[in-house]
């Protein structure tokens, strides 16, 4: 299995400011995933951020407002831009399994961080 | 586009009763359905998967069903503890992606003692 992590695990920000999560894999993955949960809703996947080349983003998700790094196949950031109270979700950074040396098609979440935009 | 629908109203059970929950799923017809389970302030936890070949598949005290002319998957908790109590959430595989998932709402379970 892969265990995930992320920071900030949870931060208030207020509104037009931006802020950066970081997401970090114990075990190097060529695919990393991008979920928004906002309040009582499910997860929505917003992008895959792909090493080596530009992060492919949902419908609905645009680069300038979700813009995302990945500089190696254990690290991924999402930066929240120009943020206002709808951003105020958890977001999540998730590996498939297979692509994290596992056998079986299922996916592995980081803790989320929680942000809340005043 | 895929949609899916589970039980938005929370599912109280008394403790040792069996919890069912219902996963439903439109316009689509996905090579798996997974289960996992969420708890308060933590990521999803991955439970189960079922691909579509096939009809049931079992993990300790977890059942889940996938009915595909229905479209819809069962999941059973039998035996419950009060432990138990979290978000439950259906998810499908995306079509021509490579680990992309689609999920469900979810559907909160609370055991009682």
């Known amino acids: 299995s892969a265990v995930i992590s992320q920071k900030p695990s949870r931060d208030i920000c207020q509104r037009g400011t931006s802020l950066t999560i970081q997401c970090q894999v114990d075990?190097?993955?060529?695919?990393m995933f991008w979920y928004r949960q906002q309040p009582g809703q499910s997860l929505t996947l917003i992008a895959t951020a792909n090493q080596g080349s530009e992060a492919t983003y949902e419908s609905g998700f645009v680069i300038d407002k979700f813009p995302i790094s990945r500089p190696n196949l254990t690290f991924s950031t999402l930066t929240v831009s120009n943020m206002s109270p709808e951003d105020s979700s958890i977001y999540l950074c998730?590996?498939?399994?297979?692509?994290?040396?596992?056998?079986?098609?299922?996916?592995?979440f980081g803790p989320g961080t929680r942000l809340t935009v005043l | 586009s895929q949609k899916i629908e589970q039980n938005s109203e929370a599912l109280n059970i008394q403790e040792g009763k069996t919890a069912t929950l219902t996963c439903n799923y439109t316009n689509y017809s996905p090579a798996y359905l997974q289960w996992y389970r969420q708890d308060p302030g933590r990521g999803p936890v991955f439970l189960l998967l079922i691909r579509e070949n096939e009809k049931e598949k079992r993990k300790e005290r977890l059942k889940v069903t996938f009915d595909t002319t229905l479209k819809q998957s069962l999941f059973h908790i039998t035996a419950s503890q009060p432990a138990d109590s979290a978000t439950y959430l259906c998810a499908l595989d995306i079509a021509d992606s490579w680990g992309k998932l689609q999920f469900g709402a979810g559907t909160q379970v609370v055991v009682t003692p």
């Open positions: 998730s590996v498939d399994s297979r692509l994290a040396g596992g056998s079986t098609d299922t996916q592995y």
């Open positions: 075990s190097q993955v060529t695919m």
